[in-house]
């Protein structure tokens, strides 16, 4: 039996891929936490235009230490920089840019995703103070929506699901979903693997995926860079 | 005209228990600090609050909340760096709060604005956050309908004002504040500067002074994020 948690990709990995997949020019919007790892791994020669949900367009990394300043934060509430071409608007006109269909990728992360691209990444569903910011938006309106998440729970359960148990943060709004194992699309209802790590087999990715993964030509190797 | 007041106190000294206040800003960037800080001077109580968050640390809105003025709020994400505050009187069932996603809840506030009570979004359909609201089809899609949010109260923050109340804003501490401007009875914006008549371009004018009521001018406000570094407590 393959030790799974020995050969899976890192968060930065699965960053590294799905960075791969954004078009030069292409306006972008990435979640907080994980999903901004992504901005630091595009492909040399390309440069997407990145939107936050607070009112900026084409911003750039973080400033060095103590040259934040305080007006000029992404949704994370981080210090960030401009880039030349930068653009400031008010909150109405930012999700209008998201629900508008302007967004050519929503990147998010998630607790559950179900073959049919109903995601689950906003509530644990067990009290507490319930947040849910802009994930709701942001699922509906980009042209794609993709999904960053290791394959399985820290317990070893699947995050890929017949049907989400958690509560929803939108239905069938994704299209594509990068694991710590795989690539996988939602088509028609279903997951069609596209790749996976070359050294776990395919009955292995089956086994530890809680829906049944098709496929409709030759699954690739999901091979990236040490990070 | 002229819309300037002298001070924070006297801007917001009209504003009566059981009030509905808009409040801008997005986290620590576009919030009227000074503002808050007055109304929790003058002692409002029972007010129905609307923000993108519930305050961090014990400054501005969180402190708005410590001291037991806010019966309701309205949010997308009541969470932060330092949410203790919120947390506790949520979790002591001391206050009410409506959670709507973000871009729901600033088209709420633009379609109070611009005076349109109710409008349809794909956002939140089939999830917890749409439950009892009516859902319609348009070519082929279902939409939740969302209705307007107005205030009785705005509270907003700018860079540059004049006496008419146009107004201009820095970087992204823009945010809520210039829909907030128009959702509201009567709109109260603090600001760095207050610039003689015909020296903001008109081009470069974000809110138009028609939605704007009251000015205040406060050279060096706060910002929450250093406040809060520096462990700071209201009053």
Redesign the interface.
């Known amino acids: 039996m393959t030790d799974i948690e020995a050969i899976k990709l890192s968060n930065a990995q699965i960053a590294w891929r799905a960075a791969q997949d954004i078009e030069d020019g292409a306006y972008v919007n990435l979640g907080i936490g994980f999903p901004e790892m992504v901005a630091k791994y595009q492909p040399q020669g390309r440069q997407a235009i990145f939107h936050t949900e607070n009112g900026v367009l084409d911003f750039g990394e973080s400033p060095a230490k103590g040259r934040e300043d305080w007006d000029l934060i992404n949704a994370g509430k981080k210090a960030i920089t401009l880039r030349p071409g930068a653009s400031f608007f008010h909150h109405a006109d930012s999700f209008a840019m998201v629900r508008g269909g302007h967004l050519d990728v929503a990147i998010l992360g998630a607790y559950q995703v179900a073959q049919n691209g109903d995601l689950a990444n906003w509530s644990t569903g067990k009290g507490g103070v319930p947040a849910v910011g802009g994930a709701m938006d942001l699922v509906h309106g980009a042209k794609r929506v993709a999904v960053l998440t290791d394959h399985c729970t820290k317990k070893g359960e699947p995050k890929l699901l017949a049907e989400c148990s958690l509560p929803l943060t939108g239905v069938g709004c994704v299209t594509r979903v990068y694991t710590s194992l795989a690539v996988v699309d939602i088509e028609g209802g279903n997951f069609v693997l596209r790749e996976k790590i070359p050294n776990i087999s395919f009955d292995e990715l089956q086994a530890v995926t809680g829906a049944v993964l098709t496929t409709d030509g030759p699954v690739a190797d999901l091979i990236v860079p040490e990070l | 005209m002229d819309k300037s007041i002298a001070s924070v106190a006297e801007a917001v000294a009209d504003i009566p228990d059981g009030a509905t206040v808009m409040i801008g800003g997005?986290?620590?960037?576009?919030s009227p600090i000074e503002l808050i800080h007055a109304l929790i001077d003058h002692g409002a109580k029972h007010l129905t609050v609307i923000n993108?968050n519930a305050g961090n640390g014990h400054v501005g809105l969180a402190a708005l909340i410590e001291q037991g003025q806010v019966d309701k709020l309205i949010c997308?994400?009541?969470?932060?760096?330092d949410?203790v505050v919120?947390?506790e009187a949520?979790?002591a069932g001391k206050i009410e709060?409506e959670?709507?996603?973000?871009?729901?809840?600033?088209?709420r506030?633009?379609a109070g604005g611009a005076g349109i009570p109710a409008f349809f979004?794909?956002?939140?359909?089939?999830?917890?956050?749409a439950i009892g609201k009516p859902v319609a089809e348009f070519e082929g899609r279902s939409y939740v309908q969302e209705r307007w949010l107005k205030a009785d109260y705005a509270l907003i923050k700018a860079q540059q004002a004049d006496a008419h109340g146009n107004l201009t804003?820095?970087?992204?501490?823009?945010?809520?504040?210039?829909?907030m401007a128009m959702a509201a009875t009567t709109t109260i914006a603090q600001v760095s500067e207050l610039v003689p008549l015909g020296s903001i371009d008109p081009e470069h004018v974000?809110t138009p002074g028609i939605f704007v009521n009251r000015v205040v001018t406060v050279a060096n406000p706060q910002?929450?994020?250093?406040l809060n570094r520096a462990e700071a407590v209201y009053p």
């Open positions: 997005f986290g620590g960037s576009g993108n997308s994400f009541p969470r932060s760096a949410p919120f947390t949520y979790l709060l959670l709507v996603p973000q871009g729901t809840l600033a088209e506030i633009r979004t794909p956002t939140s359909f089939g999830t917890d956050l804003y820095r970087m992204a501490a823009r945010n809520f504040n210039p829909i974000i910002q929450e994020e250093i």
